[in-house]
């Protein structure tokens, strides 16, 4: 089992840049990693993830080209930097953690809110 606890949101300008971090309690290589967000009234969405050793990439199709995602498995951490922020990329951004590809995510972390403004 794997505790994430996510950081680095905060309340930031349209157009602005920001860094989420999703810290792992343990070594976390043999899982891949996942971002998603929800905001106020809408369902949680998919943002992005990574596999195991980072050279395996998807994105939604909603931030695609502003968005990437990273793994550090040295430090037990996934990242997510978001460019050219939009008000609508306004929600609690979520990491995720599963052993298999394709399975049902596993663990959670508690969220971290990002609020854009124009």
């Known amino acids: 089992q794997v505790q994430l606890v996510e950081s680095g949101g905060g309340l930031v300008q349209a157009g602005g840049s920001l860094r989420l971090s999703c810290a792992a309690s343990?070594?976390?290589?043999?899982?891949?990693m996942g971002w998603f967000r929800q905001a106020p009234g809408l369902e949680r969405e998919f943002v992005a993830s990574i596999g195991y050793s980072g050279m395996i990439t998807e994105y939604a199709d909603s931030v695609r080209g502003r968005v990437t995602i990273s793994r550090d498995n040295t430090k037990n951490t996934a990242y997510l930097e978001i460019d050219k922020l939009k008000p609508e990329d306004t929600a609690i951004y979520y990491c995720a953690a599963r052993i298999i590809a394709d399975a049902p995510w596993q663990y959670w972390g508690p969220g971290t809110q990002v609020t854009v403004s124009s």
């Open positions: 343990r070594t976390f290589s043999s899982y891949v």
